[in-house]
């Protein structure tokens, strides 16, 4: 069975990775397209992991006091988050692909 949490986190990734190669696609073609997206999702995974890095260094390793933090109210933060970066993802990829749609010479 699958769970909501893991159903949402594939819809997520699925949709980010569709954003990201669909203006690829539609600017270069498929082939250079897809070189292009294969670059781009290698650097996205350097740049979070070089973030993670970063936040962790920031941080030392000293936990910050969580104690009086409201763990429904994080968790409702981070989902209408989640939703927002989805939104604007999805958005940003359609205006691009329909501009470089009709940008191609056929």
């Given amino acids: 069975m699958v769970s909501i949490d893991g159903a949402v986190a594939y819809c997520v990734i699925v949709i980010g990775l569709a954003a990201i190669f669909l203006p690829c696609y539609f600017r270069l073609g498929l082939g250079k397209g897809a070189a292009v997206f294969s670059l781009c999702v290698m650097g996205l995974g350097a ?36 939703i927002a970066i989805v939104v ?10 329909i501009r470089f749609y009709r940008a191609r010479e056929f």
Wanted: hydrophobic share 55%; net charge positive; no cysteine.
């Fill in 88 to 97: 604007g993802l999805t958005t940003a990829s359609a205006a691009l692909s």
């Fill in 47 to 82: 740049s979070l992991a070089g973030l993670r890095w970063a936040v962790r260094a920031a941080l030392g390793q000293a936990a910050p006091n969580l104690s009086t933090v409201d763990p429904d109210a994080v968790r409702i933060l981070a989902r209408l988050l989640w």
